[in-house]
């Protein structure tokens, strides 16, 4: 590509790619300070405890003088969430792939060792030699190349036999190590762009809705070739070899094993304590992403079928179709010279608005003065009204959760129908629902069977509800209730 063609792509890429926008943000060095900590232990974080840890990090930040800002941590959270820098699903925030590669490119600056490239050659030989293998067309060629390789295999397996046991030096073994921590460091990033791909996939299927005319079946047809084509890409390929790996048992096994075999060894001394926690849960790491990339895959899945039966499809393409008739129409007035001040006789059902011509239709600019001429003033009351005070009469559900807590440190685990034998419920369905986003807080568990619940409203009626039968328990609760995400 030319220097044309280059600059035009990196400028591109400066002014689009998340992660460009990311190291280039004025304050990136404690966004990306924040990330790595909250993310150092697990993959997935409450947005509650999230918002809590960021405000304390601010406060701290804050009265030291290296972060002056006045800024709150939702604030920064939901701005990061729409950059693209974080996601938020279930109320719950991961990484994104940009966020990644933002993090990976810091500590590739700090971590950089020459002394890696013996392993990179290795690795790139056997690669080589294992590609050449599988594309050789010629099967002389292919033999040859696989006695080469046997006989290399049956002359380490005579030297041990002979009592020969070559060791690595501390180098070798220092490089080896680091290069097996860095290629499994980027495993996570494989699962990040399948998650963006993932949702790439649903706009543009929606998009797709939209634009064409397709009956339900052409549109099912279309999602099954969008899955079909996901797995083909460089990500979806890497999800699909590893989901593999892992549905495999015996693989499974003697890889973890082998993993806590390196880790029990001298050499993982040449690691920090955080990369040897990492490799040594790396297996339990990548099972919980490959269970949430099929979350999102679907959650991608019901959220399009419930936009298709929900005739939001149909409407958004009536919606499309008006707004091209109405361009059409602007148009065909401009072609044919109509004057933009010729007054009609239009009236648009929607109230006391009128319009005398098209160039009358203004949008009203944010800048224009408000007309006050007709605006009374009125003295502020002291006192509430009682229509006020009814609508701060809410249920809390910080507080439903510590009357929860008491009621299974007295009584043991319960179900939701058990705790409100306990404490009736005086606040109809709104205190019910407490109940239940504070089991789903918890995790607690759900039974196949459904219970009643008898509630009372705040005007006295009984009301009878049939919900899930969910079982709390004590251990299920954090130390500090408060962290948890309601």
Not at 314 to 324: I, P, T, Y
Request: glycine letters at 4%.
């Amino acid at each position: 590509m030319s220097f044309q063609g280059l600059q035009a792509k990196y400028r591109r890429l400066f002014a689009e790619h998340a992660a460009w926008k990311l190291l280039r943000a004025d304050n990136a060095p404690y966004i990306l300070a924040f990330i790595a900590d909250l993310f150092s232990e697990e993959s997935e974080i409450p947005y509650g405890r999230a918002r809590i840890m960021l405000d304390a990090e601010i406060e701290r930040s804050r009265e030291l003088g290296i972060w002056p800002t006045e800024t709150s941590a939702a604030t920064y959270l939901n701005q990061w969430i729409r950059t693209g820098w974080l996601r938020e699903m279930d109320d719950s925030l991961t990484k994104t792939d940009a966020s990644e590669i933002a993090l990976r490119f810091c500590k590739g600056l700090d971590e950089r060792n020459s002394g890696t490239t013996a392993s990179h050659l290795r690795i790139v030989q056997e690669a080589v030699r294992d590609l050449a293998v599988a594309i050789s067309p010629n099967v002389d060629e292919r033999v040859t190349l696989l006695e080469s390789k046997k006989a290399e295999i049956q002359r380490e397996i005579d030297a041990l036999q002979a009592g020969v046991v070559p060791e690595l030096s501390e180098v070798e073994q220092r490089e080896r190590i680091r290069e097996i921590y860095q290629l499994a460091s980027v495993l996570t990033g494989d699962f990040r762009r399948v998650e963006d791909e993932i949702r790439v996939l649903d706009k543009e299927l929606r998009v797709q809705i939209i634009e064409g005319d397709a009956s339900r079946g052409d549109i099912l047809l279309s999602v099954m070739e969008k899955e079909a084509l996901l797995s083909t890409t460089e990500a979806g390929s890497a999800f699909e070899g590893f989901f593999q790996l892992l549905c495999d048992q015996n693989r499974s096994m003697e890889f973890r094993e082998q993993l806590r075999s390196i880790l029990n060894r001298p050499v993982a001394k040449q690691l920090s304590g955080s990369q040897q926690q990492f490799l040594n849960q790396l297996m339990r790491e990548l099972s919980r992403e490959s269970d949430r990339v099929f979350r999102i895959r679907r959650r991608t899945e019901e959220g399009l079928r419930s936009y298709i039966e929900s005739g939001a499809a149909a409407e958004n393409q009536a919606v499309d179709r008006l707004l091209s008739k109405l361009e059409r129409q602007a148009v065909v007035l401009r072609d044919e010279g109509v004057d933009l001040k010729t007054e009609t006789a239009l009236s648009l059902p929607v109230g006391p608005i009128e319009i005398k011509s098209p160039e009358s239709m203004r949008l009203r600019n944010p800048d224009d003065k408000l007309d006050t001429s007709g605006v009374e003033e009125k003295a502020n009351s002291r006192e509430p009204s009682s229509h006020v005070l009814d609508c701060l009469d809410a249920v809390q559900v910080r507080e439903i959760a510590h009357l929860t807590f008491d009621s299974l440190k007295e009584h043991g685990p319960m179900s939701i129908a058990g705790l409100a034998a306990k404490n009736p419920l005086k606040s109809g369905l709104e205190e019910l629902v407490a109940y239940l986003r504070v089991a789903k807080a918890v995790g607690a568990t759900a039974l196949e069977q459904k219970e009643d619940v008898a509630l009372m409203d705040k005007q006295g009626v009984i009301l009878k509800a049939s919900i899930p039968t969910y079982l709390l328990s004590l251990d299920l609760f954090p130390e500090d209730i408060d962290e948890l995400a309601l």
